[in-house]
């Protein structure tokens, strides 16, 4: 080693003891802290998150499988997920989506609000399209009468949950420390709101 590192380590060493100390000291403190997990919600709390991302979101994303196996994504105006954790949405009968929700019934749904950065949840599951006249009017929304005129060529996606996962700082439901694995669950059966 050249005189002049040694020199310049030495001093350094010298100069800040308590610096190089309190660095060390947070080292070791922050080793120990990312090999300690953190506790994950429950299932009551993980679903309650998610709900709060999905619920701040008027967009998500839905992504399908097309026919080659490659998913497709677009940008989508859900309605809130109702007690079983089920999404409901509109879209055009003549839709690439519809044709490939037609071949192929997995879906997932992507909420997010990247500007806030306050989570965000991956909803995945099977879509099954609904034309029932019933089921539109119960739901219909004002743009409805512009985009299908005479509520023609409209059909209602409705998403079945089967998985979860779901990020949310505010209410805790954070990655793992070391793998960033985000708090799963499966939704085959959530139960109704009390």
Not at 12 to 32: C, D, H, N, V, Y
Not at 70 to 87: H, I, L, W
Not at 90 to 116: F, I, M, P
Request: charged share 20%; proline share 7%; hydrophobic share 40%.
């Amino acid at each position: 080693m050249k005189p002049y590192v040694i020199l310049l380590t030495l001093t350094l060493t010298l100069a800040f003891p308590a610096s190089a100390a309190r660095a060390q000291e947070q080292s070791s403190g922050s080793k120990a802290q990312a090999a300690t997990p953190r506790p994950t919600p429950d299932r009551a709390q993980l679903i309650a998150a998610a709900r709060e991302v999905m619920q701040a979101q008027t967009y998500c994303g839905l992504v399908t499988i097309d026919a080659s196996g490659r998913p497709q994504a677009r940008t989508m105006n859900p309605f809130p997920p109702d007690d079983e954790m089920v999404v409901w949405m509109a879209t055009n009968t003549g839709s690439r989506k519809v044709q490939e929700l037609r071949k192929d019934s997995r879906v997932l749904l992507y909420y997010s609000d990247h500007a806030k950065a306050i989570g965000y949840v991956a909803l995945s599951g099977r879509a099954v399209l609904v034309d029932d006249m019933q089921e539109i009017l119960k739901r219909k929304r004002a743009y409805w009468d512009t985009a299908f005129p005479g509520l023609k060529n409209l059909v209602l996606i409705k998403v079945i949950p089967e998985q979860l996962d779901v990020i949310n700082y505010k209410q805790g439901a954070v990655g793992h420390t070391v793998t960033w694995r985000s708090p799963s669950l499966p939704l085959e059966a959530v139960p109704a709101k009390q």
